[in-house]
């Protein structure tokens, strides 16, 4: 398990490095031609939230990359789709391993899934620790989107906005996951959406609104 969460924070650590140094010389362009007052803390929000919209979809609908060495010696990249195949490039061309038949698995049910999982339904499947983690897990995995879009998007900070912005995420992840042979499910909605509400309602408290205010005023 120890070996399996670091593979994971290795992955997502590799593609939020990639994100930042595709994003921050476009910003510092950008800053540089508009010549206005800058929030620091609004910035780092904002590459903050880049990496962490990245590092989300890396895990949920990007392939996973794999660079390796074949028995002769010549490396080869390849690109795993999950449920889907591998698509592998090397010096003979490109090759399609294609892995099974993907399984296209919608449940728009709301609270279904997450009966399921409270109730035991789901025991024979999953057990305890697996069902408490897919439930709290996609609860906090949302968490820091809620937190950092109103720091990064002054504008943006409204329930309502949040909401939005969080359900276009929410709902692109899902109809992607559908398609690659992953289930999409009305309940990870629900879930993920709490995580968004739960994120913005932390930057309600007191200090967390100063902050805010400094981020509006100079923007």
Request: charged share 15%; glycine share 6%.
């Amino acid at each position: 398990m120890d070996k399996v969460i670091r593979n994971y924070l290795i992955a997502i650590a590799a593609w939020c490095l990639a994100a930042l140094l595709c994003y921050l010389p476009g910003r510092l362009w950008y800053l540089k031609r508009k010549k206005t007052p800058v929030s620091v803390l609004r910035e780092v929000c904002l590459a903050l939230l880049v990496c962490y919209t990245v590092g989300f979809l890396s895990q949920t609908i990007f392939p996973e990359i794999q660079l390796f060495a074949t028995e002769s010696g010549a490396l080869e990249f390849s690109l795993l789709f999950p449920f889907r195949g591998t698509l592998t490039l090397g010096k003979d061309g490109a090759h399609w391993y294609q892995t099974f038949d993907p399984l296209f698995r919608c449940n728009l049910v709301p609270f279904r899934t997450i009966r399921s999982y409270l109730s035991g339904a789901a025991a024979q499947n999953f057990n305890l620790a697996i069902r408490v983690v897919n439930l709290l897990g996609n609860v906090l995995i949302l968490v820091p989107f809620g937190v950092l879009l109103p720091f990064a998007a002054p504008k943006a900070d409204k329930w309502k906005w949040v909401f939005l912005w969080g359900s276009v995420l929410i709902v692109f992840v899902e109809v992607v996951q559908y398609f690659i042979g992953r289930a999409a499910d009305i309940d990870d909605y629900l879930l993920n959406m709490l995580g968004v509400l739960l994120g913005y309602a932390v930057t309600c408290v007191p200090v967390c609104r100063r902050w805010k205010a400094q981020c509006n005023a100079d923007n």
